[in-house]
């Protein structure tokens, strides 16, 4: 039985002023005052032990965030992007420290779902004192994420989109992108869900979701939840440049499950075997290729700072 918000534990003060908080920071991302203000900010809480680590790329945050929780850290404070959040949350899958997301990236898929804004005051206020959820976490091989995972089309379009673009154009620019890669060809494709045959044929795209808006701001899983122990599973069998406008189309308008080259189900354990190898991506960030993929979701994987909920 999946399990509901309700039943998930929540603590509605963050941590106390004597608290340890480790920063774990992508130096070469920006958001509001920068990373002057956010050390001052944490000064202004009250802060009792402040742990502050510098990345130049997200591959670098895990051993600092390892580092942070040797030292004794009670709160992670992540500065960056997606795949920030991602390489973080792949470390602290498991264990009682919670992740307060400080959104500077260019998409910041996983704060957005969650309601977490663009404004670096109310970003620390909601990571120092916000309600903690214990969120779901998929896991793709072995690699836990957040948002989303992929394989095929998807990671074809993860590793060549350009990110300039993306930033300017949200959406339109994973459409835009996408139609480059209409010479992705369909494979022959075997999903087991839960044990059970689910799909064999062939296709081009096979998609996880965790939450509902997924890369380019695209709301691809309508019923969607981080917190109710399952996972989204999309395939497409689109395969030529007309089949990906209408689908890519109708994902930017919020209507994926009405193209007729989609189906969607939902579960909690899935096996993917393709024909050959194809690429695969979490969270936006490629990753390599593979024959199979092993899908599980990790129920309240992930402790996550959150805003408090509607009155």
């Not at 836990?144 to 959406?171: E, S, T, Y």
């Amino acid at each position: 039985m999946s399990t509901s918000t309700a039943d998930r534990p929540t603590t509605d003060t963050g941590v106390p002023p004597a608290g340890v908080v480790a920063v774990v920071a992508h130096r070469k991302k920006t958001f509001g005052g920068g990373l002057d203000e956010l050390r001052a900010g944490l000064v202004a809480a009250g802060v009792g032990r402040l742990l502050w680590y510098e990345v130049p790329k997200s591959r670098k945050a895990p051993k600092k965030v390892r580092k942070a929780l040797d030292k004794g850290a009670e709160l992670i404070l992540v500065w960056g992007g997606d795949g920030m959040v991602q390489r973080c949350a792949d470390t602290l899958a498991g264990s009682d420290v919670p992740m307060g997301i400080l959104p500077a990236g260019t998409a910041n898929l996983f704060a957005t779902n969650l309601g977490i804004p663009a404004d670096l005051p109310e970003a620390l206020r909601i990571a120092l004192h916000g309600r903690r959820r214990e969120l779901d976490l998929g896991r793709l091989n072995g690699e836990h994420f957040a948002v989303m995972a992929g394989a095929g089309f998807d990671g074809d379009l993860i590793r060549d989109a350009d990110r300039r673009l993306k930033g300017r154009l949200g959406r339109v620019a994973y459409v835009w992108t996408g139609l480059r890669h209409v010479r992705g060809e369909c494979v022959r494709t075997r999903i087991k869900v839960d044990g059970a045959d689910w799909f064999d044929g062939d296709a081009s795209c096979v998609l996880f979701g965790n939450v509902g808006t997924i890369t380019g701001g695209i709301p691809a899983f309508d019923d969607a939840r981080p917190d109710d122990g399952a996972l989204e599973i999309g395939v497409s069998t689109a395969s030529g440049a007309v089949d990906w406008a209408r689908t890519l189309g109708r994902m930017a308008a919020g209507r994926s499950d009405e193209s007729p080259f989609v189906r969607i189900t939902r579960g909690r354990k899935v096996t993917v075997r393709f024909a050959e190898p194809k690429t695969y991506e979490l969270d936006g960030g490629a990753r390599g290729t593979a024959k199979r993929l092993k899908v599980t979701v990790v129920p309240g994987g992930l402790t996550v700072c959150c805003p408090d909920p509607p009155a």
